[in-house]
T-cell receptor
């Protein structure tokens, strides 16, 4: 019940295309859903995050869509660029915890020029 | 921009030895975390630390592991009697308060021989 399931495992997109990564969770106590971007040799860096009181959040080319009833959330990267090539992790945290993050398996995104 | 810094970047240790991984969280942050990432797998929560004590720990964080904040700036993870399966990337993270995101360091790659 603590798991966060992420798909796809890998994604190849052409420059300018839309990248979509999906996550699903079971634990209804989760109330904070961040997305992290990780480049090789670096730690995860927060990209964008959402709480379940909104269904969508947009920051620049990055948008989170959140479906509370389906317990699913997704990351959309518009106008994908080669510099977006990285591993993306969704995560979730329950409000009752001290911030413990449960991560998805990760998606390796490759954007071809 | 303030960063979480981790040392060393790579630690090679013989099986059975003790290792100490060091982290300097962002100044004025109150919550501290250790995560690990086995090669090719997802990031896993190990422990959270708040108000000078462990606030939450995972089942991975058994008696082999301990954490300490020996002074006002460092946060350490000690692993006793290391095993081959302890080989992983270990990430430290910190956050300011319960409404702020976690910031990750670039990790320490631990290799057990």
């Amino acid at each position: 019940q603590q798991q966060v399931k992420q798909s796809p495992q890998s994604l190849i997109v052409q420059k300018g295309g839309i990248s979509i990564i999906n996550c699903a969770y079971e634990n209804t106590a989760f109330d904070y859903f961040p997305w992290y971007q990780q480049f090789p040799g670096k730690g995860p860096a927060l990209l964008i995050a959402i709480r379940p009181d909104v269904s969508e959040k947009k920051e620049g080319r990055f948008t989170i869509s959140f479906n509370k009833s389906a317990k699913q959330f997704s990351l959309h990267i518009m106008d994908s660029q080669p510099g977006d090539s990285a591993t993306y992790f969704c995560a979730a945290s329950p409000g009752t915890s001290y911030g413990k993050l449960t991560f998805g398996q990760g998606t390796i995104l490759t954007v071809h020029p | 921009e303030p960063e979480v810094t981790q040392t060393p970047s790579h630690q090679v240790t013989q099986m059975g030895q003790e290792v100490i991984l060091r982290c300097v969280p962002i100044s004025n942050h109150l919550y501290f975390y250790w995560y690990r990432q086995i090669l090719g797998q997802k990031v896993e929560f190990l422990v959270s630390f708040y108000n000078n004590e462990i606030s939450e720990k995972s089942e991975i964080f058994d008696d082999q592991f301990s954490v300490e904040r020996p002074d006002g700036s460092n946060f350490t993870l000690k692993i006793r009697s290391t095993k081959l399966e302890d080989s992983a990337m270990y990430f430290c993270a910190s956050r300011g308060d319960s409404n702020q995101p976690q910031h990750f360091g670039d990790g320490t790659r631990l290799s057990i021989l």
